[in-house]
């Protein structure tokens, strides 16, 4: 692989990156609202949705979280390596 083509091939796991980001922090605002909701809310069957909504987004939380960390250490070993993920 030429110079050329890995750093197209970075500029579009930059761009990944950079929408894992985006997820991310749209997740971590979902999960905010859940939880700003639960603590809103008496009614039995809304504080279950809730719990479930609440468990849901932590879990999409921590599942983007291990794929931008998993990102940052490829490119800590080696930021123009193109590796295969």
Known sequence: MNLLQ???HNKSRDEGYTLLLDDLAR???NLDSAYANFQNV???DLIDAYIYEVNAMQLK???LLG???QIEDSYAKNPLESGSR
């Open 27 to 29: 997740t971590k605002d």
């Open 61 to 63: 939380y921590k599942f």
């Open 42 to 44: 008496v009614e039995p």
């Open 67 to 69: 794929r931008v960390k």
């Open 6 to 8: 890995m750093l197209k």
